[in-house]
């Protein structure tokens, strides 16, 4: 055997020799996420590269779909929802539509609250002040951009009458409460809008997703989680959640705001906040609107995620209820009008911030539809959104086949 032969052969065993979970590859992975005590699906649970701040969230129905580009195989994904332990595994080891199940059992509760408060046990109160102090200490103060998913659906009276999604970039300027992040539109897809009420033409607040950028309590500064007087609290469990423990504090503000309030039993953070405003004995927390628009239902959801030690945004949801009255006379009810719009994180950016290329170019004071460009289907192929559940899949075609131009 010549030399230059057994090189040839040292030449090719080693190439093959390379293991294929080594490799970068982009790949697709599809699955449902489950309850293991009750097989009920477990909605927007996070589905993310371990280590790494992109990801995707399940839908109500449990499903999932994750596009990872250029991967090595053998990264590891983790599966997490608030009240559950975490699961790891492998890409190469997922299988199409995997089902898998999340536990939410918890071993030594009474032992959990003790240590976690340095066996100190605080009051639902003094949990929620001490959350607030560490804000500072928990929450980004550079600047950071979050990519993700907008998705707005309204209905007036039981009828639906739009539906918009769109992918979006926000970039949050060095902390401030008085300034707002600014918007990148990247793509909008599946813009349906039928018949309105006329009130709409003079009235309609037109970009949705200003809604969703003035309405943060860590940020702005408001909200339930101050433990200010007039809010009374409760400790109500403690929960798993990223193999760590959160405790759940309810609140009460009477008459009108409810609150639950997820917090890192050894951080402090903010996991977690929903709010809730109801109308009492027929009477609203807010006066009417000179439109003649009365606020009868709010509820808004912010859920957290830690990534290099702060906790982002992961996801949001403000729906509403607003009874519309007509102008010239008040106890007229015209209709009942039902916004609902969700934001879904799959990207967090925080190196090289000035040389990410972020373009402004988010009209706030025009409707989304009339910025949007023709339709990306290549975009839209790989790019991180929740699977449709079967329910928005039928609101879509409804509003498809009655929608105006």
Known sequence: MTALFKTYISFFLLLFSIPISAQNTDITITGQILDKENNNPIPFASIYLKGQAIGTTSNEEGNFIFHISNIDKSNVIVISSLGYSSVEKTIESFIDNEIIFLSSKINNLDEVIITSTKKKKLTAKQIVKKAYKEIDKNYPKEPYILEGFVRDLQKEDDNYVEYLECAAKFYNQAYNKEIEPTVELVEIRNN???????????????????????????????????????????????????????????????????????????????????????????????????????????????????????????????????EIYDIDNPSKLLFVKNPKKELFINNIVVDNIKGYPFQQNMNIGMSLENQSKAYNAKFWSTYNAPKQTKAISEIEKYLQEISID
């Open 192 to 322: 349906y809008i039928s018949k309105k009420n006329p009130w709409n033409k003079q009235w309609e607040r037109k970009n949705s997703i200003i809604d969703l950028i003035e309405d943060n309590f860590i940020r702005f500064d408001y909200g339930p989680i101050k433990g200010r007087n007039g809010w009374k609290y409760n400790l109500e469990d403690v929960l798993l959640y990223n193999n760590k423990f959160v405790y759940k504090i309810t609140g009460v503000d009477a008459p009108f705001q409810n609150a639950i309030l997820y917090i890192d039993t050894e951080s402090f953070a903010f996991v977690r906040i929903e709010l809730t405003r109801t109308i009492h004995n027929g009477k609203s927390w807010k006066r009417r609107l000179s439109n003649g628009q009365e606020q009868v239902y709010y509820n808004v959801v912010f859920d957290y995620q830690e990534y290099n030690n702060k906790m982002y945004l992961k996801y949001q949801k403000e729906e509403d209820t607003w």
